[in-house]
């Protein structure tokens, strides 16, 4: 298990008795953004403004300065790394880089990853993970609009802000059945045809509730869960079905089973 602190140290722990493995303190601020496990590398986005690949040991492999903090979990299709900042841009990376793609840092290390694979343009903040599906990246970003992404090339396939009416999109959004389902911190929940952007209903489905955490993809629909502490299961027919309501706000993703909702 590895965590990130607020101290801005990063912790590698035993899962079978809890205690320290390792500890990487190269960062200068906290860790909001979840750590990507990828092949022995963990990857860490830092409110310092830079991402950071640690092996299990917990060495550092690379680091990568963007130009805003960090965070958006990455994601990653096994040969590739993608991270969403919020400096307006989604980034893509190798898995693996020879010494020879390293520059070096201030004391000589080569460790620097000066320029990405490819960078994309979002024309505003991303604060959570995008959903990459058949090789295509979506993200939604604080300016009320969400991309399509070509994961292996960064071109834009398509963009929707309906006419500039969305609100800050804080929300992972999640796909069904070739339809994408975001929401915004309006409650606002809408399905687009993933594969064109196209709107699938006339109208938004208004949840009323202001959504931060992460849309979660089940066999009968999408579920959102609200800071009033709603969850609602959604389709692409907009047949709505309440699920739960809580005392206190959601505001991360929850995770379900075939029997639960956590």
Do not use: C
């Amino acid at each position: 298990v590895v965590v990130g602190a607020s101290n801005h140290a990063l912790f590698g722990i035993d899962s079978r008795n809890g205690m320290q493995k390792w500890s990487f303190e190269g960062a200068k601020e906290q860790y909001i953004g979840g750590i990507l496990h990828v092949a022995g590398i963990y990857y860490a986005p830092n409110n310092d403004w830079n991402l950071y690949a640690v092996n299990n040991m917990g060495k550092l492999i690379w680091k990568f300065s963007t130009k805003a903090a960090n965070w958006s979990k990455p994601v990653s299709n096994g040969d590739m790394v993608f991270l969403a900042s919020m400096d307006h841009n989604l980034y893509a990376f190798k898995t693996e880089y020879n010494q020879s793609e390293l520059s070096a840092d201030k004391d000589g290390q080569k460790i620097v990853v000066k320029k990405p694979v490819w960078e994309a343009p979002l024309g505003g903040a991303a604060v959570m993970e995008p959903v990459l599906e058949d090789n295509v990246l979506y993200v939604g970003t604080l300016a009320g609009t969400i991309k399509s992404i070509d994961s292996k090339s960064g071109s834009e396939i398509w963009s929707f802000g309906n006419s500039g009416s969305i609100a800050s999109i804080w929300s992972k959004p999640a796909i069904q059945n070739g339809i994408l389902f975001f929401a915004d911190e309006k409650g606002s929940i809408y399905a687009l045809d993933a594969k064109t952007g196209k709107n699938v209903w006339d109208t938004p489905y208004v949840f009323g509730d202001a959504v931060i955490a992460g849309a979660v993809t089940t066999s009968e629909g999408v579920v959102f869960s609200s800071k009033t502490g709603r969850s609602i299961l959604i389709n692409a027919s907009k047949q709505v079905k309440e699920l739960v309501s809580m005392q206190g706000a959601i505001y991360t993703t929850p995770l379900y089973t075939a029997e639960s909702l956590i």
